[in-house]
């Protein structure tokens, strides 16, 4: 437990770093999304410009945040994360792999690419390996699969009131030809199995559940404690499971920039369309940034700046020497 003057000067820095980050050149965004109304350019974008926050949340169950960091957006692509660590807990991680590889695709999010070779998906963060994914979900049906996520997420989370936001279904829902064309494609090549309406739907609903980015902190912080939220002392993944679930953040969490952000930052993270980003450090703690500005391939142009900032300022690159390393080095406390 941090002394309150410890607190403060955390605090302080995350404020220094959140007005430091806030004005961005527009030239940096290419785009936002909205569920509905698609991508669209900034020119045409609105107040959501401004939206920004960040929190941190460790594993002794501390959160700290700043600025637009209750504010309300829908996971998308985060999800993949959380279904997949279920999706190994459902069936072990021999079988799942069996149907999902782990290898980065070097490809967008979205791409019909699947890997011809192995015939599955490359992995489980791309739109392809996580309707697989969400096939392999256990439950009776489509029902019991979506009330066994949500418990999940909510565990994740230590929030009982997380929920699908019917709108943003509602708007994915009509706007998902692609996705739809995905899950028939990979039922034509038999690597989707089911009914692949009800396997679409359950994606979206997963990608439409609305979170905050404190909310993803302490997601990101339940996995930095080998699966346990560190508020609720509830264990929500196997540790062993943990590992996997990073190791495929770690190489493939950021769409096609997964390598350069490897290169730079060098921390387990996973992005979605809305904005939101969220990293892992394991045994130390997990940071939620939401920002809805987005670069060319989808990634929150504000989280990557906070995040590569804290990478480097605190040495979290997962290859930072120890002197690099400001929790390990006592002279340098964290966030100072
Ligand atoms: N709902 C979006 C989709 O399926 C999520 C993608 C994303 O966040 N990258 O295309």
């Known amino acids: 437990?941090?002394?309150?003057?410890?607190?403060?000067?955390?605090?302080?820095?995350?404020?220094?770093?959140?007005?430091?980050?806030?004005?961005?050149?527009?030239?940096?965004?290419?785009?936002?999304?909205?569920?509905?109304?698609?991508?669209?350019?900034?020119?045409?974008?609105?107040?959501?410009?401004?939206?920004?926050?960040?929190?941190?949340?460790?594993?002794?169950?501390?959160?700290?945040?700043?600025?637009?960091?209750?504010?309300?957006?829908?996971?998308?692509?985060?999800?993949?994360?959380?279904?997949?660590?279920?999706?190994?807990?459902?069936?072990?991680?021999?079988?799942?792999?069996?149907?999902?590889?782990?290898?980065?695709?070097?490809?967008?999010?979205?791409?019909?690419?699947?890997?011809?070779?192995?015939?599955?998906?490359?992995?489980?963060?791309?739109?392809?390996?996580?309707?697989?994914?969400?096939?392999?979900?256990?439950?009776?049906?489509?029902?019991?699969?979506?009330?066994?996520?949500?418990?999940?997420?909510?565990?994740?989370?230590?929030?009982?009131?997380?929920?699908?936001?019917?709108?943003?279904?509602?708007?994915?829902?009509?706007?998902?030809?692609?996705?739809?064309g995905t899950a028939y494609l990979m039922r034509s090549l038999g690597i989707l199995d089911g009914d692949v309406e009800a396997i679409l739907r359950l994606y979206l609903q997963q990608c439409s559940v609305h979170v905050t980015c404190r909310d993803l902190a302490t997601m990101a912080a339940t996995l930095a404690n080998g699966g346990v939220n560190p508020a609720s002392g509830r264990g929500v993944v196997p540790r062993r499971l943990v590992r996997d679930v990073l190791s495929v953040m770690h190489t493939c969490g950021m769409y096609d920039f997964a390598g350069h952000w490897a290169f730079e930052v060098g921390v387990p993270a996973k992005s979605g369309v809305s904005g939101g980003l969220f990293v892992v450090i394991p045994g130390k703690f997990g940071i939620g940034v939401y920002s809805p500005g987005l670069d060319v391939y989808g990634n929150s142009v504000r989280g990557i700046r906070v995040c590569k900032e804290l990478s480097d300022r605190l040495g979290l690159h997962v290859f930072a020497s120890e002197e690099e390393d400001a929790i390990l080095t006592p002279t340098a406390p964290a966030l100072e």
């Open 1 to 180: 437990m941090p002394s309150p003057e410890v607190r403060h000067r955390i605090e302080e820095r995350l404020d220094e770093l959140h007005d430091r980050c806030l004005p961005q050149r527009p030239a940096t965004v290419d785009r936002y999304y909205r569920s509905g109304r698609g991508y669209y350019p900034p020119a045409d974008a609105g107040p959501e410009q401004d939206l920004f926050g960040v929190s941190i949340a460790t594993v002794d169950g501390q959160v700290y945040e700043v600025g637009d960091s209750r504010v309300p957006f829908p996971l998308h692509s985060i999800s993949k994360v959380f279904t997949y660590a279920m999706a190994l807990a459902d069936n072990g991680p021999e079988r799942v792999l069996e149907r999902v590889g782990v290898e980065p695709s070097g490809d967008p999010f979205n791409s019909l690419r699947i890997d011809e070779r192995e015939m599955r998906p490359f992995n489980p963060m791309v739109n392809a390996g996580a309707l697989v994914t969400n096939s392999l979900l256990r439950g009776v049906d489509p029902d019991e699969q979506l009330a066994r996520m949500l418990v999940s997420l909510r565990a994740f989370a230590g929030r009982e009131d997380l929920e699908v936001d019917e709108e943003t279904l509602a708007a994915e829902v009509q706007t998902a030809d692609r996705n739809r």
